[in-house]
């Protein structure tokens, strides 16, 4: 009788307890339900991921953001990877509703007995809650929070997609959030390529992602690997002969960067400043994909010929010298040997290395790998010191003239596999691509290596151009009514007023003077006198009014006779775009760099409404041009450029008539899409293309016959004192200029004109950029006739007239014929 009344009285207690307990729970959550966040953005929640930067095909070119991360789905997951977080945060995930009742009476009995809070009780669920909503702040209150939230999270969403949001979450340390970045930073792989043992490492990770951060701390790292392996044995998860496998494996880690295919810093960089303007912080987390108009190929191939160039400049005036020397290498800790290293700028293509050994004419050097390489005569022997760009001490005869040890220097691998000594150049340059029909950037270096100076000279660098401007004013005189054939002396001028000793004196680069000379003579030959006279002829007011046609801002250009001998200063970009009027027959495109912006879903947001340089496309795109809109209909937003407000998709068109920066070339338009505008004539595109290519047939940029290509103009550039070098040209399917000086606008040297300094790198590049491109030559419009003149006086002369040579004309600006006076025979060079 006594055991049932305490059996009943037990009863009673236990069901006040529980009632009391519930009252307080209920109590509890209706004290804190108020301040619950609302669980429901779960459904929708966009995790922070960073920018990222795509070439036309796909390749990477750079990435931004704070947290690196890379959203996966449930499916992308390894089953094995699953069991290895469940085995280390939360065994009983898939059974309990979004709390362990357990865990949390643990935790609690742990308090009491040691009044520390070093045990959670938590679950992934409840981890969720509070990564997502609450901080880590450790107070009973925040716990109390935690537990409430999880368990609606529980009810509201799948356990598959609580444990997706978690692994794409968390923190992994080195700034990788979420299982796919901890992959890629600590072992440079995807989660479906990683070993057992790498994917119990990163399981034991989020716990104390900085204590237990392999990098770090190796030590702590393999212990904790050991526990989520011995767990996955207990869990059934795992065989033991995968358990031993697995525990015996090295940790081998190291951190990896993002996996760039091409490094093209100064495109990236242009991309991120767009990006940063338009959409503020939101760009760095937004998960924003930006598809760019540079093809890879053609990237890939002006890096390489910008650095053969530069190589080749420095490399005439000798070797500076080491970058710095180190004491004593053979007492020397290895450890420390490598801070030296690592002091050295580290630079694309270039790798720091130290000398340990110099012997008759070969010197042995050491990577800061520990790689020892042999550098032969062949590396050594162009390495004269170098005392400046006017003065040629003799080559050295041994490797001790260039070398000692102990010397911390540069050596880079050429394409036979040689190894070589190298220097970081002094001089910079910049070399730009487009596409002539709708001038899209194919191609952009702003200098030697981002990661020594992030100065984009493609861009920002306004140097003068030099004769390279000629073309643009020689197209002018043709449109007021010069032929190819037109004479003009080559004689001193003296501009100014002796008496003020306001004089100007210009010559020609060879200090002589031709006399005579046809209009196609003194262009291919580069004669500054010839061309001070056209300018004179056609008047300075209308020449600045004719070169606005090619986007030049007459208001920043020289109002005097200097402008034709390219006394302007001017971007490499700006000239690229001026000479794609010629190379598209005549229209001023809008050079872009972005082709598609996509959000983190794929959708669209941005595309590029490209302006298309095609005599036959006016009729399309006028028709295009001709649907109109509504007031009420025109976008709100300064990005968007729509049909309606509804449309989700904004375009983009390009560039100012003279951008101060390379910005407002990715500034969006409100015009609707159409034709480039058509500027010159096709009959003057040809004749002025005409007149470039003689620059590389027989005159100063007869080097690039080497390509063995009918298909090319182009024009050198060459400013006082030899400080720019430029070379332009182009073929029907690319435009490139290149640019070569020094940032401090010091001489390049005595003979650095830009067939020596710039028509080299446009020659590395062309050759290989048009090997899939037909060797077409130029089709001439209709308007353009052939016919015979006389040399020297650039008269019409019939078929059986002594020396004659054939010219093009436009129909109707033909020169008159020859007296019959002159038809005598005459032995003289015909150009």
């Known amino acids: 009788m006594q055991g049932g009344r305490l059996f009943f009285w037990g009863w009673v207690v236990f069901i006040l307890a529980g009632c009391l307990g519930s009252l307080i729970v209920g109590g509890v959550y209706l004290y804190v339900a108020p301040s619950l966040p609302s669980i429901q953005l779960l459904k929708t929640i966009q995790l922070q991921t960073p920018l990222k930067i795509y070439t036309r095909d796909g390749a990477l070119l750079g990435e931004f953001g704070n947290e690196r991360r890379e959203p996966l789905t449930f499916r992308q997951l390894p089953p094995l990877l699953v069991d290895a977080f469940l085995a280390a945060e939360d065994a009983h995930y898939f059974s309990h509703p979004g709390i362990s009742i357990k865990g949390l009476v643990r935790a609690s009995i742990h308090l009491l007995l040691t009044g520390r809070k070093t045990q959670g009780g938590g679950t992934i669920t409840m981890q969720v809650a509070r990564n997502f909503f609450l901080g880590h702040q450790k107070t009973y209150l925040r716990k109390i929070r935690e537990v409430f939230l999880a368990m609606r999270i529980a009810h509201l969403l799948s356990k598959e997609k609580i444990l997706t949001l978690y692994l794409n979450k968390i923190y992994f340390g080195n700034h990788a959030y979420g299982v796919a970045a901890a992959a890629s930073t600590y072992y440079g792989v995807s989660v479906q390529k990683l070993t057992l043992a790498q994917m119990a490492l990163l399981a034991g990770l989020p716990q104390a992602p900085s204590a237990d951060n392999p990098i770090a701390n190796a030590r702590r790292a393999r212990a904790r690997r050991a526990y989520v392996l011995g767990r996955m044995l207990k869990l059934g998860y795992i065989s033991s002969t995968l358990y031993r496998a697995a525990l015996a494996a090295p940790v081998r880690v190291r951190l990896h960067g993002p996996v760039v295919a091409l490094h093209a810093g100064y495109v990236a960089e242009l991309v991120r400043e767009y990006m940063r303007a338009h959409f503020g912080r939101s760009a760095y987390t937004a998960g924003y994909r930006v598809i760019t108009t540079i093809s890879s190929r053609l990237e890939f191939l002006a890096e390489k010929a910008m650095r053969r160039a530069l190589e080749a400049y420095c490399r005439r005036y000798g070797y500076r010298g080491p970058a710095a020397t180190i004491p004593d290498t053979q007492s020397m800790q290895r450890s420390k040997i490598l801070k030296w290293l690592r002091k050295i700028k580290k630079i694309n293509g270039l790798h720091r290395a130290w000398v340990t050994r110099v012997v008759g004419r ?123 054939a037109t004479i003009i002396n080559d004689a001193p001028i003296v501009v100014g007023n002796a008496k003020l000793g306001n004089v100007w004196r210009p010559g020609n680069y060879s200090n002589r003077f031709f006399g005579p000379t046809r209009l196609r003579v003194a262009l291919a030959h580069s004669r500054n006198l010839v061309s001070v006279r056209v300018l004179a002829d056609i008047g300075i007011s209308y020449g600045l009014h004719y070169v606005h046609r090619f986007g030049f801002n007459p208001k920043l250009l020289p109002h005097d006779l200097t402008l034709i001998l390219g006394s302007a200063d001017v971007t490499p970009l700006q000239m690229a775009r001026g000479y794609a009027v010629f190379a598209n027959g005549g229209y001023l495109s809008k050079p872009y760099l972005i082709k598609i912006i996509q959000d983190n879903t794929g959708k669209r947001v941005l595309v590029a409404d490209p302006y298309i340089a095609c005599s036959g496309c006016e009729r399309l795109m006028s028709t295009r041009s001709a649907t109109k809109r509504s007031a009420h209909e025109v976008p709100h937003h300064p990005l968007q450029r729509s049909s309606s407000r509804s449309s989700k998709v904004h375009h983009m068109a390009r560039i100012t008539a003279n951008p101060p920066h390379l910005g407002p070339v990715l500034m969006p338009s409100h015009e609707p899409p159409r034709t480039a505008i058509r500027v010159i004539t096709a009959q003057n595109a040809y004749l002025t293309t005409s007149l470039m290519q003689s620059v590389i047939q027989f005159g100063t940029g007869v080097a690039a016959q080497v390509l063995h290509r009918v298909d090319l103009a182009g024009k050198t550039g060459t400013t006082n004192n030899y400080i720019n070098g430029w070379f332009g040209g182009f073929d029907p399917h690319l435009v490139v200029m290149t640019y070569v000086g020094r940032d401090d606008n010091k001489t390049l040297g005595y003979g650095e004109v830009g067939a020596r300094a710039a028509l080299p790198m446009w020659i590395d590049f062309m050759g290989p950029a048009l090997s899939r491109y037909p060797d077409v030559p130029f089709v001439p419009p209709p308007g353009i006739v052939t016919a015979r003149i006389d040399a020297r006086t650039g008269l019409l002369c019939g078929p059986a007239d002594p020396d004659t040579l054939f010219e093009v004309f436009e129909v109707g600006k033909l020169p008159a014929r020859c007296p019959p006076s002159t038809l005598k025979r005459r032995k003289h060079h015909i150009f």
């Open 362 to 484: 070969r010197a042995w050097v050491k990577r800061i790998d520990d790689q020892s390489i042999e550098l032969p005569w062949p590396a050594l022997s162009w390495a004269r010191p170098f005392q400046g760009v006017s003065h040629f001490p003799p080559l050295p005869k041994t490797a001790s003239d260039v070398l000692r040890p102990g010397d911390v220097i540069y050596i880079m691998r050429r394409g036979n596999g040689m190894w070589t000594l190298a220097q970081i150049p002094w001089a910079e340059g910049a070399i730009v691509a487009l596409a002539p029909k709708t001038d899209a950037i194919r191609a952009l270096v702003g200098g030697f290596s981002f990661g020594l100076s992030n100065y984009d000279r493609a861009t920002e660098a306004r140097r003068q151009p030099g004769s390279s401007f000629k073309p643009f004013l020689y197209s002018a005189a043709l449109h007021k009514g010069m032929t190819p």
